[in-house]
């Protein structure tokens, strides 16, 4: 596709950059399917350092950072958080937060995850664009926010809800837990995984047969995002006995 390799052409730029000129560069944010992309490039450079961050363990959009030897992530960090506050009784949603941000002719990929939380919300942002947010930001439809930049480490991420199931599955293989989470046949299953909408701990997967364990966090693009929270024993048919918390 056109659009990755202008990306792919654009993380060759900041990792030449960083080793040409010693210093830390980073990306723009990344998508989940970006982020496997960019993350295949990086380990053909052998000795790169360089990581991914997004403000918070599990966010969904991060940036590519590259560190010289000497560099530190804590002193290169380039996310800043935009927290905001809403006046008014009207809830704000993840879209009403996106859609005014764009509107302030931001582009995408400058801002990471939304995180909505009653009253406001906090907003993963690269750090160079913070003083303009904060002067700019005051509108999200027509409620008035209250903008302050703060620290990213003071990110404020809400507590999850889940919806826990429990099932058996003849395997722990990606398609079958795929299946399983999200209430379709095996094959369908395979097909989304096979068409790259199947990620897992944040990377793209597209082998069906692949195992998965406990612990591991599978979203399928558009429907949603499960953790395989345990897996029990073997029933007397021969079958796996597995918990699944799925993200509402």
């Known amino acids: 596709m056109k659009e990755d ?11 030449r950059q960083c080793q040409d000129h010693y ?3 980073n990306s723009a944010f990344l998508d989940m399917r970006q982020r496997t992309l960019v993350e295949a ?17 599990d966010a969904e959009r991060t940036v590519a950072v590259f560190l010289p030897d000497y560099a530190e992530l804590a002193e290169n960090d380039p996310l800043a958080l935009l927290r905001v506050r809403q006046d008014g009784n009207r809830v704000l949603s993840h879209r009403d937060y996106l859609g005014s941000l764009l509107g302030l002719g931001i582009k995408r990929e400058i801002i990471g ?4 939380r009653e009253g406001g919300a906090d ?17 999200a439809g027509r409620t008035a926010l209250k903008a302050e930049i703060v620290s990213i480490d003071q990110i404020i991420v809400p507590e999850n809800r889940f919806e826990e199931k429990r099932d058996t599955v003849a395997s ?12 379709m046949s095996r094959g369908k299953a395979a097909e989304a995984i096979v068409s790259g909408l199947v990620f897992v701990n944040g990377l793209q997967s597209e082998k069906a047969d692949r195992p998965v364990k406990e612990g591991d966090k599978l979203v399928l693009r ?14 007397r048919k021969d079958r796996i006995s597995i918990i699944i918390h799925k993200y509402i």
């Open 23 to 25: 210093i830390a560069t």
């Open 222 to 235: 558009g429907k949603g995002k499960v953790l395989l929270k345990s897996v029990g024993g073997v029933t």
């Open 41 to 57: 490039q990086c380990r053909q450079h052998k000795g790169l350092r360089y990581c991914f961050c997004g403000g918070y363990e």
């Open 172 to 183: 722990l293989r990606l398609d079958n837990l795929i299946a399983s989470a999200f209430s």
């Open 5 to 15: 390799s202008i990306l792919l052409a654009g993380i060759e730029d900041k990792i």
């Open 123 to 139: 907003i993963v942002i690269i750090k160079d664009m913070a003083d303009f947010l904060l002067y700019s930001y005051e509108k």
């Open 113 to 116: 995850d939304i995180l909505v």
